[in-house]
T-cell receptor, first 114, second 116 residues
Framework: DVKVTQSSRYLVKRTGEKVFLECVQD?????MFWYRQDPGLGLRLIYF???????EKGDIPEGYSVSREKKERFSLILESASTNQTSMYLC?????????????FGPGTRLTVT | AQKITQTQPGMFVQEKEAVTLDCTYD???????LFWYKQPSSGEMIFLIY??????QNATEGRYSLNFQKARKSANLVISASQLGDSAMYFC?????????????FGTGTRLQVTL
């Protein structure tokens, strides 16, 4: 079974702090994704990576950056956390190429910025 | 740009009844795919079913089927014989190829509650 793990289920940070959210997958997937989920808005893509050291902006990249130094790990960085970044953050991974391109999700990190 | 619309914020269904969750989409890409995911209160996203734009038949997976009407740009999820464990948020999503990845655009979701 594909397993996607996230470093924390719950996180509380102060405004202005630098925040790292870590995601690790164990199935050798090429693609990894970071979403945020807010009530009434569904999931919105922040950034994704299709290969090591490669990244692409999603729909809402402002205020975030990412890092992918190893294939299995994809980090989301909030350089200076703000209260409007309080949200549920979901990481996902998928294979490239043929097939149904299913994304496998981690359990999520609920981040509160005070 | 791709767009997914789910117009039902919440739905109720009685146990053992069938329910249809609506999803419409918009894209100019002739090659696309549509997904449905379930998110129980525990928060994990569970893949349910996939339909490719060139698939001739509607996708089915157990009690889940996808009513794909290409001309109407709709991809409704049908759950037959509802169970209490089906109570959850349901998200429709569409894929778009970017580089070698498939980027997903999600709808806002429908909260389904199954009652006795």
């Amino acid at each position: 079974d594909v397993k996607v793990t996230q470093s924390s289920r719950y996180l509380v940070k102060r405004t202005g702090e630098k925040v790292f959210l870590e995601c690790v997958q164990d199935m050798d997937h090429e693609n990894m994704f970071w979403y945020r989920q807010d009530p009434g808005l569904g999931l919105r893509l922040i950034y994704f990576s299709y290969d090591v050291k490669m990244k692409e902006k999603g729909d809402i990249p402002e205020g975030y950056s990412v890092s992918r130094e190893k294939k299995e790990r994809f980090s989301l960085i909030l350089e200076s956390a703000s209260t409007n970044q309080t949200s549920m953050y979901l990481c996902a991974s998928s294979l490239s190429g043929g097939g149904n391109y299913e994304q496998y999700f981690g359990p999520g990190t609920r981040l509160t910025v005070t | 740009a791709q767009k997914i619309t789910q117009t039902q914020p919440g739905m109720f269904v009685q146990e053992k009844e069938a329910v249809t969750l609506d999803c419409t989409y918009d894209t100019s890409d002739p090659s696309y795919g549509l997904f449905w995911y379930k998110q129980p209160s525990s928060g994990e996203m569970i893949f349910l079913i996939y339909q490719g734009s060139y698939d001739q038949q509607n996708a089915t997976e157990g009690r889940y089927s996808l009513n794909f009407q290409k001309a109407r740009k709709s991809a409704n999820l049908v759950i037959s014989a509802s169970q209490l464990g089906d109570s959850a948020m349901y998200f429709c999503a569409m894929r778009e190829r970017v580089r070698t990845a498939s980027k997903l655009t999600f709808g806002t979701g429908t909260r389904l509650q199954v009652t006795l």
